[in-house]
């Protein structure tokens, strides 16, 4: 099996900066995404890690750590809209078939 | 352009129902197609897959059952429906690993 988990809630301030954290323990571990939520939408996706190290996308960057089972999610100059819950899901292989598992999401608050 | 289309956006139903929900997929051919329920606080659970016509596999043992009568839909059923089948319903589909869903069904059942 697979067991992922991040933190339920978070809250941060309009134009910080926010870390949220995800591990995970799989085995056939093929990458790792992270999807946007806003609250009665479906998720988008935001990044795709499947090496280690960091990938920058704007203001959002996303780090993987293979030996550690570890990946965390980076916004910059945080704006009001990046209140969403931010989904961590991995991906590994199965039989030849590839199943992507998602986190119960991050709820993320941007106050002013 | 890839596009996905899901409805209805949200549904009320009383218990022992049936139900049917819509997924249609625009602009590729023989896509991987999915459904998946989010319930508050549980995540996105990945019910059924489908790699082509009249191929569906289940993830979990459901009241629900899904079937793929053409290429580019997929359609999520049930004869009777639960109160806990209430929930957010996506339809994605994926390409190189990400997916896309559609804009989610809310079901409520009463």
């Known amino acids: 099996g697979q067991n992922i988990d991040q933190p339920t809630e978070m809250t941060a301030t309009e134009g910080a900066i926010v870390q949220i954290n995800c591990t995970y323990q799989?085995?056939?571990?093929?990458?790792l995404f992270w999807y946007q939520q806003h609250a009665g939408e479906a998720p988008t996706f935001l990044s795709y890690?499947?090496?280690?190290g960091l990938e920058e996308k704007g203001r959002f960057s996303s780090f993987l750590s293979r030996s550690k089972g570890y990946s965390y999610l980076l916004l910059k100059e945080l704006q009001m809209k990046d209140s969403a819950s931010y989904l961590c899901?991995?991906?590994?292989?199965?039989?030849?078939?590839?199943?992507?598992?998602f986190g119960t999401g991050t709820k993320l608050q941007v106050i002013p | 352009s890839q596009t996905i289309h899901q409805w209805p956006a949200t549904l009320v139903q009383p218990v022992g129902s049936p139900l049917s929900l819509e997924c249609t997929v625009e602009?590729?051919?023989?896509?991987?197609l999915y459904w998946y329920r989010q319930a508050a606080g549980r995540g996105l659970q990945l019910l059924f897959y489908?790699?082509?016509?009249?191929?569906i596999s289940s993830e979990v043992p459901q009241n629900l059952s899904a079937s793929r009568p053409q290429d580019r839909q997929f359609i999520l059923s049930s004869k009777k429906l639960l109160l806990s089948d209430s929930g957010f319903y996506l339809c994605?589909?994926?390409?190189?690993?990400?997916?896309?869903f559609g804009s989610g069904t809310r079901l409520t059942v009463v």
């Open positions: 994605a589909w994926k390409q190189g690993g990400i997916s896309t």
């Open positions: 799989t085995s056939g571990f093929n990458g």
């Open positions: 899901a991995v991906r590994r292989d199965s039989g030849g078939y590839q199943k992507v598992t």
């Open positions: 890690n499947v090496l280690d």
């Open positions: 489908s790699v082509g016509i009249g191929q």
């Open positions: 602009g590729t051919s023989n896509p991987n």
